[in-house]
């Protein structure tokens, strides 16, 4: 069945005549084919509409076009990326995939957590995947906005609070958004690889790309939290979502797998369809999200309180915001807002393809 969310082409990595690896480059909008008071618009919009938006980056052609700040916000400011963190740990397992310290997508969880299901009765759950994790469609009982993350925060064993809920739905099934599956997600990987989910992502992510500031807490078993609490600078969001629009590549070497930055931001299943209203549909790859943007393919890193990634390949552009997660309205509690928010679409896109 053909996906109603556009391939995010097109696939072919555009050349860079430099790499923002200690600082961007900047210029003027208009240089690089984006009408600035198009931009101007966007910004109004957004104090008017969704004043808790702090922070503003748009980036073309690797340039950084126009970098915004309020409420006291700045450029060296650390900000909670909330679930923009689940799309960093799929860079990550791409990373794995590469290195061999993970053999392959379709591995069942049962080979990782051995200890833990030797008391878990339900032998069924050993058969979830990695692939079943990465789309959200692990079966496990979950309420990501219903108090279920909240319950795994306090209890004292995220893992084993995670492969403890009842199996729902036959693995691959359903999609239920959990950030939950992320947590196994990060424990599998840590116990692949030996290291932690920071240090790994500092050795092979993090340090190429010259991100320097970064802050990812644990839980209480000392795994990094996959699904959460990453903390990253704009810009360096920004280089992240210059990264897969580079296929993977960074001055010269391969950080990600192409084949991976490729397939992980192509859509695997729809989430939402088209309604009759006119709304787009939503869909998700590999812990990315995609929509259309103006009839173009869009894949997005989203976080509570409106922190996100946009990337569309086609138009060669990044997107960055970042909102303050106290004064968050509820329309950025849930991925309704994914469809909701048309910023993007609204302001941006029309100004370059114009």
């Known amino acids: ?63 950084l076009l126009r970098e915004d700040y309020k409420r006291g916000a700045g450029p060296d400011d650390l900000r909670n990326v909330k679930s923009v963190t689940k799309s960093v740990l799929s860079a990550l397992v791409g990373v794995a995939l590469d290195t061999g310290d993970w053999p392959d997508i379709h591995e069942p969880i049962g080979s990782f957590f051995a200890g833990h299901f030797a008391s878990i009765a339900d032998r069924a759950k050993r058969a979830i995947t990695l692939e079943d994790l990465l789309t959200m469609r692990s079966g496990l009982e979950w309420n990501e906005w219903g108090g279920t993350t ?73 795994v990094t939290i996959g699904g959460s609490e990453l903390a990253l600078r704009p810009r360096d969001m920004a280089k992240l979502g210059l990264l897969y629009l580079s296929q993977g590549q960074w001055e010269g070497r391969q950080i990600i797998p192409a084949d991976w930055a490729r397939v992980s931001t192509e859509p695997h299943l729809t989430v939402v369809p088209k309604d009759a209203s006119g709304r787009p549909p939503l869909c998700y790859g590999y812990l990315w999200w995609l929509r259309p943007q103006e009839r173009l393919g869009s894949f997005i890193a989203v976080g509570h309180g409106g922190q996100f990634i946009y990337v569309l390949p086609a138009l060669d552009l990044v997107v960055i915001m970042t909102g303050d997660l106290k004064t968050a309205p509820e329309i950025f509690n849930d991925n309704r807002m994914i469809r909701e928010f048309n910023a993007v679409e609204e302001f941006i896109v029309p100004a370059v393809q114009d």
């Not at 210029?27 to 922070?55: I, N």
């Not at 999609?175 to 840590?190: M, N, P, R, V, W």
């Not at 240090?199 to 993090?206: H, K, N, T």
Request: glycine share 6%.
């Open 1 to 63: 069945m053909t996906s109603p969310c556009p391939d995010p082409s097109p696939r072919t990595a555009p050349g860079r005549k430099y790499w923002p690896t200690d600082g961007w480059r900047t210029a003027a909008p208009e240089d690089h084919g984006v009408d600035p008071a198009a931009l101007d618009r966007l910004r109004a919009y957004l104090d008017e509409q969704y004043p808790h938006l702090d922070s503003l980056l748009v980036v073309r052609n690797g340039v």
């Open 150 to 222: 909240l319950q795994m925060t306090v209890s004292p064993d995220w893992v084993r609070f995670v492969l403890e809920r009842p199996l729902a739905h036959p693995p691959g099934e359903r999609f239920s958004y959990s950030t939950g599956d992320t947590q196994l997600i990060a424990a599998a990987l840590q116990q692949a690889s030996g290291m932690t989910l920071l240090d790994y992502a500092d050795l092979y992510l993090f340090s190429p790309l010259g991100i320097t500031a970064r802050r990812w807490a644990s839980d209480p078993q000392g």
